[in-house]
């Protein structure tokens, strides 16, 4: 007798989509994951991971610029509590730090500098992001993130087999400081415009997971980084928990607003669809369809 496994309960995590201006318009930070990791291996990814449990507590809490209160009403969820909305927050600034080395954060006092190689080395030599903030005189600088969507894990993952429940962030890349990989999670960086991130990806120069297709298609639509704050922070960000299904023998992941789709209201610009050609998604109106 077989039984059906009980989809496993998505985990908390955070991503923030750091952004910059170059000279051909708007750029965004991916990382390449290291190929051996179970989860999304080789593919390029924005920095992030899972909610720890210190990133919600007293102690971290203590080191924000802002009210958890007030990070709570930033992300619009009702249904978590205000710890762990700003813990999510600290998880995506904690995530900045750890793997491509860019400290958001501020002095407590004038003169104080910001050292974002140590910091990271402090926080890889195992101390608590709260214990570095205080040893180094500075608080984290919530205010700039913008919340920007939440993507759950579909029932069946496309990649990898974990599921999450992933709230994702932009954040201006700080000017005076240089992101670098950790050459443990991640093996590569790189800051690509998001319509040439996906051309690379059409190549076959890149991977990537159908979450960042999307955001990078998205994103696509804004001309400078700040375009793309002000919009996140006069919307409330969008719930996305994608379909996965087999339609005429293709795998295909249907997004709120498609008619595969439960949710009847779009969520994303863009296709409602995604199908997988080879190791590829695309949608069924070609690669041009991303950006319509």
Known sequence: MTTTPVPETPRDAATVVLLRDAPGGLEVLLQRRHAQMTDMGGLYVFPGGKLDPQDSDAQSLAALDQAPQALHAHLGEPDL???LAAGLHVAALREALEEC????????????PLDAPRARAMLREGQPLAQVLSQLGLRLATQRLAAWSRWITPLSPAMGTRRFD???FVAPAPLDQTAAHDNEEATESVWLAPRAALEQYRDGQIELAPPQIMSLAHLARYARMQDVVVAARSQRPPT???LAHLDAGLRTIAYPGDPLHAERKRALPGPT???QQG???LPEGGFEALFL
């Open 81 to 83: 509590t205000a710890p």
């Open 101 to 112: 080395g860019l400290l958001l954060a501020e002095p407590l006092q004038a003169g104080v």
């Open 166 to 168: 992933t709230r994702f």
């Open 240 to 242: 996305i928990l994608p």
């Open 273 to 275: 669809r995604l199908r």
């Open 279 to 281: 190791r590829q998604f």
